[in-house]
């Protein structure tokens, strides 16, 4: 073998193992986006399953409390329409503006409810008022476990070599499920 085909068939082998790595690094990023972008539709996916039971309850709740107190009747009317427009919603984005709309809506029938202390006694109250606690405690843990996986899929779209390769397959980041600022504060019950 001459010393020109040595050569050759070096920098054959060099180029192939640069192929090879670069092939290695494009596979393993993108199987890793794909992988944490199923991550966060399967925590939204939870989430909604939550959601779902919330929005299913409410309708009950409401009946139950409008028995009692039958001239509020804004804050029923405040519920039906957050509640028409969580239906309504298609994208991500809307469902989450939609449910904190929900949130505060329910916030100020809570509100309504301290002021009725006979509702507070019913039996089928108490038990959709624990059914619905217990499903907004639910909300919160998948709330905050969507939040964990798309803070980390944003971190790695948004980190460099990752970023350059997230662009050019479409990945993009995605959307915190944040409380409303107006719902950071705790409702005030006067009598």
Not at 53 to 58: C, P, S, T, V
Not at 111 to 117: D, F, G, I, S, T
Not at 135 to 142: D, F, G, H, L, S
Request: proline residues 3%; glycine residues 6%; charged residues 25%.
């Amino acid at each position: 073998m001459g010393k020109g085909l040595k050569t050759l068939l070096v920098i054959l082998g060099i180029f192939l193992l640069i192929v090879f790595a670069a092939y290695s690094f494009l596979k393993g990023t993108y199987n890793t986006l794909v992988t944490m972008d199923e991550g966060v539709k399967g925590a939204w996916a939870q989430v909604e399953n939550q959601l779902q039971r919330r929005y299913d309850l409410i309708p009950n709740y409401v009946e139950t409390v409008k028995g009692y107190a039958k001239h509020e009747k804004e804050v029923f009317v405040k519920v039906t329409e957050a509640r028409s427009k969580v239906a309504g919603a298609t994208t991500v984005s809307d469902k989450i503006q939609a449910n904190n709309q929900l949130t505060s809506a329910l916030g100020r029938l809570l509100v309504v409810v301290e002021r009725y202390p006979e509702l507070k006694a019913n039996t089928n109250f108490i038990r959709l008022q624990d059914e619905l606690a217990g499903t907004e405690n639910r909300i919160a843990v998948e709330r905050r476990r969507f939040n964990e996986m798309v803070k980390t899929y944003n971190i790695k779209v948004r980190s460099f070599p990752t970023n350059i390769l997230a662009g050019m397959f479409g990945f993009e980041k995605a959307t915190f499920f944040e409380v409303p600022k107006e719902r950071q504060e705790a409702p005030k019950v006067k009598f």
